[in-house]
């Protein structure tokens, strides 16, 4: 199926999303607690992880990645598949929190360094990948709508910095490829959940240049789509620079193209919890001051992570003994 540049138009929504997201990417929670992960309040309560981000923090957004056919046998990064997504947004729906799913077209991980196909889809032409993205993504978007799950927000993609699902969609090696296959992507999101936000998310924040390169360079190519993404994982030291930099750069992205800004991940090393607070409380300020509502929110990257989980991620928001650090107390104002 040819999927022309012309956006899908469809009709309204049941329900709004929050006219600002504060939200956490918890796409690990589901296999941490199949290996036996708890999680307690600062009181030392053990709860409900979803709850403590909903009733401590304020969160009222999630964020949950969907891998294509990942190894289910690692808890750690299987656990990405469609299924294991809708059952924790269903989760996250009962706590009343809005979802974003975030689409890593590829097995395993997909970001600046890798954007490997699917072992499936290895072989295909140009014109049998946009047919798989388009079939993967419509497959996703029901398996949500069958469990009574309708995203506010869906990335085509992930860190796309130089496109994905490479060679083919590169955007260095053929940027109207990647146009089409963010098309492709945002036309099938639009046929399921018409009134679904698409977002194309490129990693640092603060890089001017690569923003008007990338995102620039799908709309001369007719890419349609609704908002950017941005990732920001400064330092303990520079995060006061690189949010006003990430922030001078979502405001150009929004006059240059009319496009909203959304903060679809962020963190700071757990050992700086001090730092970490005051690095959420000031992007999210910034971000909700944006003129126009055009600043949709912002998102902390799996902050229910223990120091060194999974091969040695150290961002997250809980410390070794199971209680958090001060970090996710910058979202409560």
């Avoid at 993967?136 to 978007?141: E, P, Y």
């Avoid at 910034?286 to 600043?295: D, E, H, L, P």
């Avoid at 929110?297 to 229910?304: H, K, N, S």
Wanted: proline residues 4%; glycine residues 10%.
């Amino acid at each position: 199926m040819l999927i022309s540049p012309l956006a899908y138009h469809g009709g309204g929504r049941t329900e709004a999303a929050p006219a600002f997201a504060k939200g956490a990417d918890i796409s690990w929670v589901a296999g941490m607690e199949a290996q036996g992960y708890k999680w307690k309040d600062k009181n030392g309560t053990t709860r409900d992880i979803l709850n403590i981000l909903k009733t401590d923090y304020g969160l009222n957004s999630v964020r949950i990645r969907v891998w294509v056919n990942p190894n289910m046998s690692d808890y750690g990064n299987g656990y990405m598949n469609a299924d294991k997504a809708a059952a924790l947004a269903v989760r996250a729906k009962a706590q009343g929190m809005s979802v974003m799913l975030t689409l890593h077209y590829s097995d395993s991980w997909a970001d600046p360094g890798q954007q490997t196909k699917p072992a499936a889809w290895k072989s295909y032409t140009f014109q049998q990948l946009m047919d798989a993205v388009w079939s993967h993504t419509v497959s996703v978007m029901n398996t949500m709508k069958a469990q009574g799950v309708t995203p506010d927000w869906v990335q085509i993609g992930n860190e796309t910095n130089n496109g994905m699902l490479w060679e083919d969609g590169k955007a260095s090696a053929s940027m109207k490829n990647y146009a089409w296959l963010v098309n492709t992507g945002n036309n099938a999101v639009k046929s399921v959940f018409p009134s679904a936000k698409t977002i194309v998310h490129i990693a640092n924040g603060y890089d001017n240049a690569l923003f008007v390169w990338n995102i620039g360079g799908l709309i001369s190519n007719g890419a349609t789509f609704d908002a950017i993404g941005m990732s920001l994982y400064p330092t303990a030291t520079d995060w006061q620079a690189k949010v006003d930099q990430t922030i001078a750069n979502a405001k150009d992205m929004i006059s240059r193209y009319g496009k909203s800004v959304i903060i679809s991940e962020i963190g700071l090393e757990y050992n700086q919890p001090a730092a970490a607070k005051s690095f959420i409380a000031d992007i999210k300020t910034k971000v909700r001051n944006i003129a126009g509502g055009k600043g949709l929110g912002v998102f902390y990257w799996e902050p229910e992570a223990t120091p060194g989980y999974n091969s040695g991620y150290n961002k997250g928001a809980w410390q070794a003994d199971g209680k958090p650090t001060v970090a996710l107390e910058g979202f409560l104002n």
